[in-house]
């Protein structure tokens, strides 16, 4: 299972607790999801990054470590925890959309390194630094191939590929 996967599982869990409005300490994630209670900060380092990305309230600071109470990820995105943790509680995260594992490993990747990953599935192309040079990738027809197959025209591919990916551009 990648991280990303397991991000997937905590996601779950930890909307459930918001939705329950109550916190959950690592050694309650860790065992419910079978890691060992010091890989959770890494696991929930994606979620960390979606949120901040989506401008969505920082979820992970509902996991509080077990001896001080105090959120380990997300606590320098939410400085004042008390307020930030009771707007994740009213906060309906059933309203909001489970995020693709592919969004949190890209969440991720964006947060480290700045780079965005082509988001047309299979294709490895990353971009560095910024999303520069994605209309040039995009328009030519063999870079992929499967992807719209009958839309040979630069332009349209563009296009189409503006309007389907318009969240990738925020
Ligand atoms: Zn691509």
Redesign the pocket.
């Known amino acids: 299972m990648t991280s990303s996967e397991r991000a997937d599982q905590k996601w779950h869990l930890i909307t459930f607790c918001a939705s329950m409005r109550r916190l959950m300490t690592y050694g309650e994630l860790a065992k419910l999801i079978g890691a060992s209670p010091r890989s959770i900060g890494a696991y929930l380092d994606p979620i960390h990054h979606y949120c901040l990305q989506r401008r969505l309230p920082p979820l992970t600071s509902l996991v509080v470590k077990n001896d001080t109470g105090a959120p380990g990820v997300g606590f320098q995105l939410a400085a004042d925890v008390p307020r930030a943790q009771a707007r994740k509680f009213a906060f309906d995260w059933t309203t909001c959309e489970l995020p693709e594992p592919s969004a949190l490993e890209e969440a991720r990747l964006q947060a480290r390194t700045g780079s965005f990953r082509?988001?047309?599935p299979g294709?490895?192309?990353v971009f560095y630094v910024s999303r520069g040079g994605w209309d040039a990738?995009?328009a030519s027809h063999r870079?992929?191939p499967d992807?719209h197959p009958e839309v040979l025209d630069p332009e349209e591919r563009k296009r189409l590929f503006n309007e389907t990916y318009a969240r990738w551009f925020r």
Request: include cysteine; charged fraction near 10%.
């Open positions: 082509c988001p047309i294709c490895p192309k990738h995009v870079t992929h992807w």
